[in-house]
């Protein structure tokens, strides 16, 4: 990690939230930059693991937009094909691997340039290229502004007569949050637009390599946060989604999380604003009056808990009790009775036992959260648990806790879904179901996915007013009023 501590800037003059004027341009439109030439290049980008990944996706295309590359859906058309990857399961990797030599094959067209980018290319960094020679770029979370740089390092090789050339990027920089460079947001529809509010992570939990692979923690410029949110509502967005690896411990100078959020609650257009994911450690009292008393800001919480006994957390190095994690539940629900609460579940750590198990099963009948992730414990090189702890929990024991885990919880989920049959609520319509035609799923204010059938007025982006009449563990049904 010493690239990190070395890496000084003077910082800027502290800024203060401006929430009554655009800072910068804003696009008219959601389409960033002129549009590319007919006959021009084309990207191909295939994107893996969470929504940060996806952001850095639609924040490089909009990079390769800008350089005159349109976006391809087919690999065989494609100049550039990009594989933008995920480092915290194991699987995840292989695929890329598997899906990387599949793609090398369109490297037999002249010009053709193969990256892998992301987590994962800062996770194995040299070592991709000892078992993918055929890749010419390997570009880590902090590498994009260099993207292009780097795709003309290797034409400029291969027109010397080098076709073995290949470029590696993975300094982790701990001053680079992108800012100024917009999205690709004609990508990704216009209900919900995605903001990066902070990159990296200080935590250090003894299984997560995440701050290995996107570095030290650090927040966007406020200024930029605004510029963003603006654009978005411009564009048509009803929806902004704040994303970070704990979000909720988000600072920038003087300005901290729950001044973030109620100042992107003033941008005009905009009619909810969500984040993922917090940290329990860093909800304050005024990140939950934010939430609480913003009438923008949504009022559900995406809380990871990972397990419920005091030894496994103190392994996992989490740095609460579950008692300290109870009381931030009961706070919350204080707050905002009617707050839907989902959670991240981890099975199967380096030296469970059964009775530790066993509190998590009763964590979740007390709790009762809306939903949960959940995992089985798999080992990621690097971690400290990797190096210090045996992963000495057997295959089929995580496997017979996972499913008395996932068990559980639908049985509340149901419980819970079962109990909104009656209520009216309001929806923000996202799209079509992929069931049917003739239905549109949209979200309730607390993340409740509802199904409606399709109908004058209902349509994506419309915020609809539904009761209730039918539910599953995963889906609400609903009628419009």
Do not use: W
């Amino acid at each position: 990690m010493s690239e990190l501590l070395q890496i000084r800037t003077r910082p800027a003059p502290a800024e203060r939230l401006d929430t009554s004027q655009t800072v910068g341009a804003v696009p008219s439109s959601p389409s960033a930059g002129p549009a590319p030439a007919a006959g021009g290049r084309l990207a191909y980008v295939e994107t893996y693991g969470c929504q940060m990944n996806v952001a850095d996706t639609d924040m490089v295309l909009g990079l390769l937009h800008r350089e005159g590359y349109a976006r391809t859906e087919d690999a065989a058309q494609a100049d550039l094909i990009l594989l933008n990857t995920c480092a915290v399961r194991e699987k995840a990797e292989e695929r890329v691997f598997q899906r990387a030599s599949m793609l090398a094959g369109h490297k037999a067209r002249p010009g053709v340039v193969l990256g892998i980018t992301g987590c994962m290319a800062e996770h194995l960094k040299d070592r991709i290229r000892a078992r993918a020679p055929y890749v010419d770029l390997v570009v880590g979370p902090d590498g994009y502004r260099r993207l292009l740089d780097h795709v003309r390092e290797v034409h400029d090789a291969r027109r010397a007569g080098d076709t073995g050339t290949a470029v590696e990027d993975t300094a982790l920089d701990r001053q680079e949050t992108y800012e100024g460079l917009d999205p690709a947001r004609e990508m990704t529809g216009g209900v919900t637009g995605q903001i990066t509010i902070q990159r990296g992570c200080d935590k250090f939990c003894t299984f997560c390599v995440v701050p290995y692979t996107r570095g030290r923690e650090r927040g966007t410029p406020p200024r930029e946060v605004l510029r963003q949110a603006r654009a978005l509502a411009a564009a048509g967005y009803r929806q902004v989604q704040l994303l970070g690896q704990t979000v909720n411990s988000y600072r920038h100078e003087d300005v901290g999380f729950a001044e973030l959020l109620r100042a992107v609650a003033t941008v005009d257009g905009l009619e909810r604003i969500r984040f993922t994911s917090p940290y329990p450690l860093d909800f304050s009292d005024d990140v939950i009056a934010a939430i609480a008393e913003t009438p923008k800001v949504c009022k559900h919480v995406h809380l990871p808990l990972q397990t419920a006994s005091d030894s496994v957390l103190a392994r996992m190095r989490r740095g609460y009790t579950y008692g300290q994690f109870r009381a931030l539940v009961h706070a919350l629900r204080a707050a905002m009775p009617d707050i839907a609460i989902t959670t991240d579940v981890l099975v199967g750590f380096c030296d469970e036992t059964e009775d530790e198990f066993r509190v998590l099963l009763d964590a979740l009948d007390e709790l009762r959260f809306e939903g949960a992730f959940t995992f089985a414990y798999s080992e990621r090189g690097g971690t400290t648990a990797a190096r210090k702890m045996p992963d000495n929990v057997s295959p089929a024991e995580k496997q017979r806790r996972l499913a008395q885990v996932i068990a559980r919880q639908q049985a509340i989920t149901s419980e819970i879904h079962a109990a909104q049959i009656g209520k009216r609520e309001r929806i923000l319509v996202e799209g079509p179901s992929r069931r049917s035609a003739h239905q549109l799923v949209g979200r309730t204010d607390t993340f409740r996915s509802v199904i409606v059938p399709a109908g004058p007025g209902v349509e994506a982006g419309a915020l609809v007013d539904v009761v209730i009449e039918r539910s599953t563990p995963a889906t609400l049904f609903g009628r419009v009023c």
